[in-house]
């Protein structure tokens, strides 16, 4: 009856999602365990060893777990979780792709994109693009939850360290190997973390006018994101679409400019603060959500806001 949590991390701390999945697992009144994986994860496990409810954390350490793949992360959680009932990772592309195969394995559970948990067995997910919440329960002795992190406040709290009990890493699936990673380099934040997000829909019109958005973005020191016309459209690049099909976006503040709020954009913008839209279209979908709305150019209202807001002190994310 023991939770077990996969811890995000960059190799030397912990990110805050993980955090997050602790709150969340804490939800379950279970004992909470913490999993690292990585090639080096000693720091990130002394760290999350003193977080306020943790009973242990397992720690392995292996190359493999700089980049692995899907099938061998579910080789290590099938391996685990005999000794877990429930198992909280985030809700990303690795972990969607091992938790189902570890679960079919298992004869288990699967919970995809878990919002909330109402109680020890019922689980909040959104259908149809967000337009619908389901509760779903479940009494499969095993559950493998991918979670949302941004729908839980951070755990917070700290303990005179638990145990860090060592693993050894499972031998990696062969079938499959990483060959290659190109990953688009930005000083920006993260888009997933971004504290401001300034995104730029077909409205734009061109690429050259993407500038006028990045501009905004560097000023506020925030992230550049797009829908996904304006990523067909070749506007931006597929790596920083929002929406159902794209990233999910939590930040303080959203600021959409030629986004006509489409249900499959909004899916990725549920957990933002406030949201501003800016759109020439008075009955764009995009105002039903926005917390501030301005009906006009958005070639007029970017320059106006990058020359009128005050710029973000320097290394503020
Ligand atoms: C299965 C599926 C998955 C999808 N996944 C996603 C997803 O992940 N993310 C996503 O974004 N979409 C997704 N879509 C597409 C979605 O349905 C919409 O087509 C898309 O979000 C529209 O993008 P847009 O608002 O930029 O473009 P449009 O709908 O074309 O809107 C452009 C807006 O810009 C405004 N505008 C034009 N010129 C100006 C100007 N000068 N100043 C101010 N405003 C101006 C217009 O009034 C209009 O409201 C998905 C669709 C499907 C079917």
Not at 290 to 301: K, R, T, Y
Request: aromatic residues 4%; contains cysteine; charged residues 15%.
């Amino acid at each position: 009856m023991t939770t077990l949590v996969l811890v995000e991390h960059d190799g030397q701390h912990p990110e805050p999602a993980s955090q997050q999945l602790l709150a969340a697992a804490l939800q379950l009144g279970d004992p909470v365990h913490l999993l690292v994986l990585g090639a080096q994860g000693a720091a990130v496990a002394q760290a999350v060893a003193g977080w306020a409810g943790v009973g242990q954390v397992l720690l392995a350490e292996h190359p493999q777990w700089a980049a692995p793949s899907a099938e061998t992360l579910a080789r290590q959680l099938e391996a685990l979780m005999p000794g877990y009932r429930t198992l909280l990772a985030s809700h990303r592309a690795l972990h969607r792709g091992a938790l189902p195969r570890a679960a079919a394995r298992l004869q288990a559970a699967y919970l995809s994109d878990v919002l909330a948990l109402p109680a020890p067995d019922r689980f909040v997910r959104p259908l149809y693009a967000g337009s619908v919440l389901a509760e779903v329960q479940t009494h499969s002795a095993r559950r493998l939850l991918t979670v949302r992190p941004a729908g839980f406040a951070a755990a917070s709290g700290t303990q005179t360290p638990c145990p860090v009990v060592a693993l050894a890493s499972v031998e990696p699936d062969a079938r499959t190997q990483l060959e290659r990673r190109d990953a688009a380099s930005s000083s920006r934040p993260d888009l997933g973390r971004a504290r401001v997000v300034v995104a730029a829909g077909r409205g734009v019109g061109a690429r050259e006018h993407m500038g006028l958005v990045e501009q905004l973005a560097d000023h506020l020191g925030g992230a550049v994101g797009a829908s996904r016309a304006a990523v067909d459209a070749g506007f931006a690049p597929n790596a920083i679409q929002i929406g159902q099909t794209g990233k999910t976006v939590a930040p303080d503040v959203y600021l959409a400019f030629g986004i006509s709020g489409a249900i499959q954009h909004l899916a990725g913008i549920k957990d933002a603060g406030v949201i501003v839209a800016v759109n020439k279209d008075p009955d764009a979908p995009i105002f039903s959500v926005a917390d501030l709305g301005l009906v006009g150019d958005l070639f007029e209202a970017l320059p106006a806001l990058t020359a009128g807001l005050p710029a973000a002190p320097t290394g503020a994310a």
